[in-house]
């Protein structure tokens, strides 16, 4: 069973940055996701990443968010700049391994000023 943690989140005002991480408890040889989902929304994807690096964007993300592994620490990363009130949401992280999908328990990210 893979466990994810998410962190990194928390209050921050609109034109800030914050850095989400995902620690995955064993190693991830899949892509991974990031997912978001604000307050009455579905779960929308934010960005993947390949285990060789290779990454995709939502449209309203790009430019802003960075996604990045590193795969030794088995980790998962998200660098989102120039944050927007619409960024407000709880972020997941998501990867795949056993043939089965796994997501993280979320953390909050609330852009206000």
């Known amino acids: 069973q893979v466990q994810l943690v998410e962190s990194g989140g928390g209050l921050v005002q609109p034109g800030g940055s914050l850095r989400l991480s995902c620690a995955a408890s064993?190693?991830?040889?899949?892509?991974m996701y990031w997912y978001r989902q604000a307050p009455e929304k579905q779960r929308e994807l934010v960005a993947f990443?390949?285990?060789?690096?290779?990454?995709t964007y939502a449209d309203s993300v790009k430019g802003r968010f960075t996604i990045s592994r590193d795969n030794a620490k088995n980790t998962l990363y998200l660098q989102m700049d120039s944050l927007q009130t619409e960024d407000t949401a709880v972020y997941y992280c998501?990867?795949?391994?056993?043939?089965?999908?796994?997501w993280g328990q979320g953390t909050q990210v609330t852009v206000s000023s």
């Open positions: 998501n990867a795949a391994k056993y043939a089965r999908a796994y």
């Open positions: 990443i390949t285990y060789s690096g290779t990454t």
């Open positions: 064993e190693s991830i040889y899949s892509d």
